[in-house]
C-alpha cells in the first residue's frame, strides 16, 4: 500500500534499519527512529519538512480516482491515492463516504475523477452541518471558535498533519490543533506503537513521553556523564529501532480491543492515515491504492501481524487474491480457507 511519505516507495515496507530516513509529509513519528547527533534542533527535525514537488507531480497530486464499490447494499464511492496523496484528508473523507446514512456526503454516481478542492468543499459542508442545535450562546460561540480553529488546519489536510504519538495508549495523541477535525466529525484516530507492560525497562525509559520528547530524552541520556541515564536511553533508542514498523503486538491486541466492532476510523502508522473497521472482531483496512482501482474484488486489507504480511478481502470481508500474487489464476478459495 503506497505510503504518503515520500521516502518510502510504493511497494516497499519500512526496514527494520531504516535509520536514515528523510522526515515525511504525514506527521510527527517516523519510521527507524533516527536519532540526530548534537547540535540538532529539538527533535532534530527541520521545522518545516520539505514538501517541494515537480509541478507534473503537483498536477497530478490535485486529481483523485474513484473507485465505486457496493457497501451495504449501495454503490459507495471510495477514493483512491497515487504514490504521494494527501492521505489524512482521503482517510476522512473515505469515512465520510462509507457513512453516508449518517453523514449525507455523496457523489454523483458517473464521477469518476474527483479534485481536492471538491474534496475539500465536501468536508466544509459536513463539518458546518455539525453545528448544534441548541440556540444556547455559549455552545454557538464554542462551535464558531472550533470552525474557525477548523478552517486553520484544513488545508494541511491535503500536505500532511503534524500527529505525535504517546506510547501508552492506542488512543493516546499529543494534542494538537490538528486534531480537532476528527473531533468535530467524530472520527476516531488510532495508532498500534505501543510499549510492552512485560518490559519494565522500557517502560521505565519510554514513559509517558510522546515520540517527539523520547527522540529529545534519548540525546539528551546519550550525553549524560551518569551511566544509568545512559543506558536508559540506549534501552529507549533500542525501543524505536526494534518497532520501526510502528506497531507492536501488545499494540495490536490492544487496539482491537479498543475498537468497536462496525466502527470506523483513521489508523495512523509509518505517517500514514488510513480508514479502518472492525468487522467480527478483526480489524482492516481500506484498499486506496490507485493500482487496484480496477479490482472489485479487492476493498480490505487485514491487519492482523506486526510484519506486514496481510490478506485482501472483498467488501464483504471474503478472502481474495491479490492481482499478479501467487493463486491469483487459481480456483476461488473453498469455504474453510474463507473462515
Not at 497530486?61 to 504514490?83: H, N
Request: glycine share 8%; aromatic share 8%; proline share 8%.
Amino acid at each position: 500500500q503506497p505510503a504518503c511519505a515520500p521516502h518510502l516507495p510504493a511497494d516497499e515496507h519500512p526496514r527494520e534499519n531504516a535509520r536514515e530516513e528523510q522526515p515525511a509529509e504525514g506527521g510527527g513519528s517516523l519510521p527507524g527512529a533516527p536519532v540526530p547527533g548534537p547540535g540538532a534542533g529539538a527533535v532534530g527535525l527541520p521545522a518545516e519538512p520539505p514538501r517541494a514537488r515537480t509541478p507534473s507531480r503537483e498536477a497530478e497530486a490535485d486529481f483523485y480516482c474513484v473507485k465505486w464499490i457496493t457497501w451495504k447494499g449501495e454503490r459507495t464511492p471510495v477514493i483512491t491515492q497515487s504514490e504521494n496523496g494527501p492521505c489524512p484528508l482521503l482517510a476522512i473523507m473515505n469515512i465520510l463516504f462509507l457513512q453516508w446514512k449518517a453523514s449525507g456526503v455523496k457523489l454523483p454516481p458517473q464521477k469518476e475523477v474527483i479534485t481536492a478542492e471538491e474534496l475539500m468543499a465536501h468536508l466544509g459542508d459536513c463539518i458546518l452541518s455539525t453545528q448544534p442545535r441548541e440556540p444556547s450562546e455559549g455552545l454557538q460561540l464554542n462551535f464558531q471558535q472550533n470552525i474557525n480553529d477548523t478552517m486553520t488546519v484544513l488545508p494541511k489536510l491535503s500536505t500532511g498533519l503534524d500527529v505525535n504519538v504517546r506510547f501508552t495508549g492506542v488512543s493516546d495523541f499529543e494534542y494538537t490543533p490538528e486534531c480537532i477535525v476528527f473531533d468535530l466529525l467524530n472520527v476516531p484516530l488510532y495508532h498500534g506503537w505501543l510499549v510492552d507492560p512485560q518490559s519494565p525497562e522500557v517502560v521505565q525509559a519510554v514513559g509517558k513521553l510522546s515520540y517527539n520528547q523520547l527522540v529529545e530524552k534519548i540525546i539528551t541520556c546519550k550525553q549524560a556523564s551518569d551511566s544509568s541515564l545512559v543506558s536508559e536511553g540506549l534501552v529507549a533508542e533500542q525501543f524505536l529501532e526494534s518497532t520501526a514498523s510502528q506497531l507492536t503486538y501488545h499494540g495490536l491486541c490492544e487496539l482491537t480491543a479498543a475498537v468497536r466492532e462496525g466502527e470506523l476510523s483513521v489508523f495512523f502508522r509509518n505517517n500514514h492515515f488510513s480508514t479502518m473497521i472492525k468487522h467480527k472482531g478483526h480489524l482492516y483496512l481500506l484498499v486506496t491504492d490507485q493500482g487496484f482501482l480496477q479490482e472489485e474484488r479487492v476493498v480490505w486489507e487485514s491487519l492482523h501481524n506486526v510484519d506486514g504480511d496481510s490478506c485482501f478481502c472483498d467488501t464483504d470481508f471474503h478472502l481474495s487474491h491479490a492481482p499478479g500474487k501467487e493463486g491469483a489464476t487459481a480456483a476461488p478459495p473453498d469455504h474453510r480457507l474463507q473462515q
